[in-house]
C-alpha cells in the first residue's frame, strides 16, 4: 500500500474539515489523473497528477524513507504551505487504487504526441488563454434488513421527498425527507433512518411519532422510495467500515446526494411526477420528464476565435447520472437520451464551467470543429451558423506516403509523410508553417494504422521503427498489404530483400536397395544448421524462425510440418535431412509410406521395389504361417499374431535387417 491510513489522517488534521470534504469530492468524481508515476517501493516513490478543478492543477506525491511530502501548483497551497483540495483529493485516489499506480508506465506513443505538444504550438501567455485552451481541447477530443413490534396504524405513513441544488454552478443536488401521518416531521439523519431498518430498530421521531422500522409500515406506494433510502444509506456504512478514516460530517447527514445511480434509481421512482425543491429561484416544484430540451445555438467567427453563443432565456444546470445525463431548466428536469448526452451535453457543461452565455475557441480547431463538432450540433439542436464559416475551413482531403527502410540493426525504419494539395511534411515534427485545412480525424486513422502495426515513434529525427522480430514478422505477413491498400509506399532493395520464406514442397525419391530403404530429398534452400534449427522452432510452436540475412521462415507451413512427421517416422534426426541423401531400415518402409499418403504438399516419386515391400507389408494380415507343433497349445493369441508377424518379416528378408 503506497499510503496508509494513519499517514493520511495525520494529514487530514493539517487540511481540515472543509479542504477535506471538497478533497473527497473531486476524488469522488474522478477527477485526478495520473501524469508520471516514478516508483521504486512502497517506501521510495514520486506521484504527479493532474487535478480538474475550474483549472488544472498539478500535484506531487513524495514519498522518501516512508516520510510523505506533497506540494500543489494552486494559489492556496503556494500561500499557506498546508495541503489543499487537490492534494487531499491525490491522496484518497493514492489510496484506494494504489496497485493503478504501481503499474503506471509512461510510454512514448505516435496517439499521445499531439497532446504532448499541443501546448507547444505557440508561446502564449496569460492564465485565461491557456484555460481555454486546455478546455477547448477536452471539448474537441471529446467529440471526445425478527420484527419488534407492530403499530395499530400499520401501513399508512408517508414520506415526502424535497430536492435541493446547491454547490458550484449549482452543480450538488440532494434531497431531504419528511415522515409522518397527520403531522410530518423532518429525517434529521437519513444515513441512521436507514440503517435502522436492518434490525427493525424503534426511534421516535416526535411527540406523535415512535417508528419501528419496518417498510410495511409505510404507504405502499412510498416503499419503493424507502427501498431506495435504505440501499443507498447502507452503501455509504459498507464504504466506511472499509475505511475507518472516512466518516459524514453530521450537519451533511440530513440529506442524500444524488449522484451517478442514485440519480438514476430516483428520477426511475419519479419519472413523469412533479417534486418540491428548494434554492431554486424558477419554480418551488419541478416535473421529471424523460426528454430532451429543446436549445439554439449560433456559431461565428470573432477576433479571431471561434464563438458559440447560446439563446437558452433562463439558467440551466447539468448532472451526471450512472447511465443517463439530466438537465434541469426552467420547471423541467430532463433526462436526455444517449446520442443527445454524446453530442450536446459536453457543450453545455462548457458554457456551465464558463459561466457565460458563450464559448470562444482558438481559430486553429476550426477546421476540427468544422468537420466533427459542427455536423453533430446541428443534428440535436437549431444552429445558426452561416456557410461561408464552414467553407472557409473545410479540410482538405489528405494523402499519406511512407518511406520503408531496414537499419543496420535489422529493424524497420518508416518515414511519414502526409500530403495536402501541393504540401508534404513529417507529422512528426514541428510544423509551424501550415496554410491548410489539416484533416484530424483522417491523420488519427493514418496514426491509428501504426500503432496497430508496433510502430514506435524516434523523437529526435521524427521516423518510426519496429524492432522486435515478432512485430516485424507481422508486419512483413499482414501489415504490409495493409499499407500498400492505404498508402503510397515506397520501400528501398534492403526493406525488398527482408521477406518471408514458405518452404517450398519437398520432393523425395524412394526405393529399396540392398535390403535397405533409400530416401533422396530434394535441396530445401536451408543448410544443415538453419534446417535443424527450424524444426526445433516448429516443435517450440513458434511461428517463425529468423535467418542469419534476416528474412524470416514460415514456420507454420506444411512443408516444415511434412519435414518433422518424417524425421519422427522413421527414428532420424533433424541435422540428418539436410544431407538430402538417407539410408535406413527397410521395414520403415510402411510407416513412412502411410505418412507420406497424408501429406498433400509433398511429391513422390516411389521406384516399384518400395512399392513392393509396402505391398508385402500390407498383405502381411492376410498370410497364415503355421504355428509348431510344440508351441500350438501353449501361445496366447496376441502371441500367435506376434508369430505370424514375424515370420511375414523373415519371409520379406527384412527381420534381420532390424537387429
Same mark, same amino acid.
Given at each position: 500500500m503506497l499510503v496508509l491510513p494513519d499517514e493520511i489522517n495525520k494529514i487530514l488534521a493539517v487540511s481540515g474539515n472543509d479542504v477535506t470534504k471538497y478533497g473527497k469530492k473531486y476524488f469522488e468524481?474522478?477527477?485526478?489523473?495520473?501524469?508520471?508515476?516514478e516508483y521504486i517501493s512502497e517506501n521510495d516513490y514520486s506521484v504527479t497528477t493532474s487535478v480538474e478543478d475550474n483549472y488544472v492543477y498539478t500535484t506531487q506525491i513524495l514519498k522518501k524513507d516512508g516520510k510523505i511530502s506533497y506540494s500543489c501548483e494552486c494559489e492556496i497551497s503556494k500561500k499557506r504551505n498546508t495541503p489543499c483540495k487537490h492534494i487531499i483529493a491525490t491522496l484518497f485516489d493514492l489510496y484506494i487504487?494504489?496497485?493503478?499506480?504501481?503499474?503506471?508506465?509512461?510510454?512514448?506513443?505516435?496517439?499521445?504526441?499531439?497532446?504532448?505538444?499541443?501546448?507547444?504550438?505557440?508561446?502564449?501567455?496569460?492564465?485565461?488563454?491557456?484555460?481555454?485552451?486546455?478546455?477547448?481541447?477536452?471539448?474537441?477530443?471529446?467529440?471526445?434488513?425478527i420484527e419488534l413490534g407492530k403499530n395499530k396504524n400499520k401501513g399508512d405513513l408517508k414520506i415526502i421527498p424535497k430536492l435541493e441544488i446547491s454547490g458550484f454552478n449549482?452543480?450538488?443536488?440532494?434531497?431531504?425527507?419528511?415522515?409522518?401521518?397527520?403531522?410530518?416531521?423532518?429525517?434529521?439523519?437519513?444515513?441512521?433512518?436507514?440503517?435502522?431498518f436492518l434490525d427493525k430498530r424503534k426511534e421516535r421521531y416526535g411527540k406523535e411519532l415512535e417508528l419501528v422500522h419496518d417498510i410495511k409500515e409505510f404507504e405502499e406506494s412510498d416503499r419503493e422510495l424507502v427501498s431506495f433510502i435504505m440501499s443507498k444509506t447502507n452503501e455509504y456504512f459498507n464504504f466506511a467500515k472499509q475505511d475507518n478514516y472516512f466518516s459524514l460530517d453530521r450537519l451533511f447527514r440530513g440529506k442524500l446526494n444524488l449522484y451517478y445511480s442514485s440519480l438514476d434509481e430516483f428520477f426511475n421512482i419519479f419519472k413523469d411526477k412533479s417534486l418540491k425543491i428548494?434554492?431554486?429561484?424558477?419554480?418551488?416544484?419541478?416535473?421529471?420528464?424523460e426528454e430532451d430540451p429543446i436549445f439554439s445555438f449560433t456559431v461565428s467567427e470573432k477576433n479571431n476565435l471561434i464563438e458559440i453563443g447560446n439563446n437558452i432565456e433562463d439558467d440551466f444546470y447539468v448532472y451526471d447520472g450512472q447511465k443517463y445525463k439530466y438537465v434541469l431548466y426552467k420547471d423541467k428536469f430532463y433526462r436526455c437520451s444517449e446520442k443527445y448526452s454524446l453530442n450536446i451535453i459536453p457543450i453545455l457543461k462548457e458554457f456551465l464551467n464558463n459561466r457565460s452565455n458563450k464559448i470562444d475557441i482558438p481559430i486553429e480547431y476550426a477546421t476540427s470543429f468544422c468537420e466533427y463538432v459542427l455536423p453533430n450540433m446541428k443534428t440535436y439542436i437549431d444552429v445558426e451558423c452561416k456557410s461561408e464559416f464552414v467553407n472557409k475551413y473545410r479540410a482538405e482531403s489528405l494523402a499519406t506516403k511512407i518511406y520503408l527502410d531496414i537499419d543496420t540493426s535489422g529493424?524497420?525504419?518508416?518515414?511519414?509523410?502526409?500530403?495536402?494539395? =501541393?504540401?508534404? $511534411?513529417?507529422?512528426?515534427?514541428?510544423? @509551424?508553417?501550415? *496554410?491548410?485545412? +489539416?484533416?484530424k480525424l483522417q491523420e488519427q486513422k493514418v496514426k491509428e494504422i501504426l500503432d496497430n502495426n508496433h510502430f514506435k515513434l524516434n523523437t529526435k529525427d521524427g521516423t518510426l521503427y519496429i524492432s522486435n522480430d515478432e512485430h516485424i514478422y507481422d508486419f512483413l505477413e499482414n501489415g504490409i498489404n495493409t499499407f500498400m491498400e492505404r498508402f503510397e509506399v515506397l520501400v528501398t532493395d534492403k526493406f525488398k530483400s527482408k521477406n518471408i520464406i514458405n518452404p517450398k514442397n519437398?520432393?523425395?525419391?524412394?526405393?529399396?536397395?540392398?535390403?535397405?530403404?533409400?530416401?533422396?530429398?530434394? =535441396?530445401?534452400? $536451408?543448410?544443415?544448421?538453419?534446417?535443424? @534449427?527450424?524444426? *526445433?522452432?516448429? +516443435?517450440?510452436?513458434?511461428?517463425?524462425?529468423?535467418?542469419?540475412?534476416?528474412?524470416?521462415?514460415?514456420?507454420?507451413?506444411?512443408?516444415?510440418?511434412?519435414?518433422?512427421?518424417?524425421?519422427?517416422?522413421?527414428?532420424?534426426?533433424?541435422?540428418?535431412?539436410?544431407?538430402?541423401?538417407?539410408v535406413v531400415p527397410k521395414y520403415r518402409a510402411v510407416y513412412l509410406n502411410e505418412v507420406l499418403d497424408l501429406s498433400d504438399d509433398i511429391n513422390?516419386?516411389?521406384?516399384?521395389?518400395?512399392?513392393?515391400?509396402?505391398?508385402?507389408?500390407?498383405?502381411?494380415?492376410?498370410? =497364415?504361417?503355421?504355428i509348431p507343433e510344440n508351441m500350438d497349445k501353449i501361445l496366447r493369441q496376441y502371441q500367435r499374431i506376434g508369430y505370424n508377424w514375424l515370420m511375414t518379416l523373415d519371409s520379406l528378408r527384412i527381420w534381420w535387417n532390424t537387429c
Open positions: 468524481q474522478d477527477r485526478v489523473k495520473i501524469k508520471n508515476v487504487y494504489s496497485k493503478k499506480y504501481i503499474e503506471f508506465k509512461n510510454d512514448i506513443s505516435i496517439s499521445s504526441f499531439e497532446d504532448n505538444n499541443l501546448l507547444n504550438k505557440r508561446n502564449y501567455s496569460g492564465n485565461n488563454f491557456m484555460y481555454k485552451l486546455l478546455y477547448s481541447d477536452k471539448l474537441i477530443k471529446y467529440y471526445e434488513n449549482y452543480s450538488v443536488m440532494s434531497v431531504s425527507f419528511k415522515i409522518g401521518r397527520n403531522r410530518m416531521y423532518v429525517i434529521k439523519d437519513i444515513y441512521e433512518f436507514g440503517h435502522n428548494s434554492e431554486y429561484y424558477y419554480t418551488d416544484e419541478i416535473k421529471f420528464i529493424s524497420i525504419i518508416a518515414e511519414v509523410k502526409f500530403c495536402y494539395l =501541393d504540401k508534404e $511534411f513529417n507529422p512528426f515534427l514541428h510544423q @509551424n508553417d501550415m *496554410k491548410f485545412n +489539416r484533416n519437398v520432393q523425395m525419391g524412394l526405393r529399396v536397395k540392398n535390403d535397405l530403404l533409400e530416401i533422396e530429398i530434394d =535441396d530445401l534452400g $536451408f543448410d544443415e544448421k538453419e534446417l535443424s @534449427n527450424i524444426i *526445433k522452432s516448429y +516443435r517450440q510452436k513458434k511461428k517463425f524462425y529468423r535467418l542469419k540475412d534476416g528474412s524470416f521462415v514460415n514456420i507454420d507451413s506444411s512443408g516444415i510440418d511434412t519435414l518433422v512427421n518424417i524425421t519422427d517416422s522413421i527414428g532420424i534426426e533433424e541435422k540428418d535431412i539436410a544431407k538430402r541423401k538417407l513422390i516419386k516411389k521406384e516399384s521395389s518400395f512399392k513392393d515391400v509396402v505391398r508385402n507389408m500390407s498383405y502381411s494380415k492376410e498370410l =497364415d504361417f503355421s
